[in-house]
């Protein structure tokens, strides 16, 4: 079992567990600058986020406005800036955590854009979809929201001159657990190799309420189950998925269901099949 663990973990290039405080802001450290080299490697100075109201975009918007505030004083150059983009599908149920994710953030700037416009207006050209079971339709339209939130995305990063920023992690990664081309596509990764309770303890070192820090992740793109909780739909918890990638031991049933997803889920780690 071992042995699989850390061939996976080290495929996702999982961060060791923070020994202590001054490791914690020392990764802090690395991440920001890791977010400042692509800026300057794409001669760009704008970044653009979207945020759900969720610990992973609330954690990788206060390590890009950090980047960009340093910038700012760094260079002199007051052309850096962070835009945190609401992305609703008309009104989230969980706004009021959306918007105490921004209070916490202090974005340079504020932009929100509906989607359900555009989502409808494509579902309803697709035939298929017009005859399809309620859980097909579901499910579909639901990736259709993913990929629709990063279109916006890219359409005001494309307008800003800007990069558009991943919210992706180990913990999720592992499990395959986001839209292809959808949250999946971005040009940086700043959460790429930590777990989920590192994720949670980056943003708790800001000062992220716990509120928002333990909030029960959710992808929430489901009409039929709003809200679905992801450790629901991943059969095993967040907990367990952290315990995996970094060697300790798990049950049978989850390390089993965790291999096997990531097995299934390979083809979203990579680049399109070529010949």
Do not use: W
């Amino acid at each position: 079992m071992q042995a699989v663990q850390q061939e996976i973990a080290q495929a996702l290039k999982v961060q060791p567990p923070f020994a202590d405080a001054a490791a914690l802001e020392q990764e802090v450290a690395r991440r920001v600058a890791f977010i400042k080299d692509c800026l300057a490697n794409a001669r760009l100075k704008t970044l653009v986020l979207g945020i759900s109201g969720g610990v992973d975009s609330l954690t990788a918007a206060l390590l890009a406005q950090r980047a960009i505030t340093e910038l700012r004083s760094e260079t002199g150059d007051k052309a850096y800036t962070f835009i945190a983009v609401r992305l609703p599908y008309q009104v989230q149920h969980d706004e009021h955590d959306a918007q105490a994710c921004l209070a916490v953030i202090k974005p340079d700037e504020v932009h929100t854009v509906d989607i359900a416009p555009a989502v409808k207006a494509l579902a309803a050209e697709v035939e298929e979809l017009k005859h399809g079971s309620p859980t097909l339709v579901d499910f579909v339209v639901g990736n259709v929201k993913a990929r629709t939130r990063m279109v916006a995305q890219y359409t005001l990063a494309g307008a800003r001159a800007g990069l558009v920023i991943g919210t992706d992690h180990a913990a999720e990664a592992v499990m395959g657990f986001f839209t292809k081309f959808g949250d999946g596509a971005c040009d940086l990764t700043p959460l790429a190799g930590l777990v989920k309770n590192q994720v949670r303890a980056i943003a708790r070192h800001f000062g992220a309420p716990e509120s928002l820090v333990e909030k029960v992740p959710t992808a929430d793109l489901e009409d039929l189950e709003p809200g679905k909780p992801d450790e629901a739909a991943h059969g095993v918890t967040y907990q367990e998925i952290d315990a995996f990638l970094q060697g300790q031991p798990v049950r049978q049933e989850a390390f089993d269901i965790i291999v096997a997803t990531y097995r299934k889920t390979q083809h979203k780690r990579e680049q399109p099949y070529a010949p």
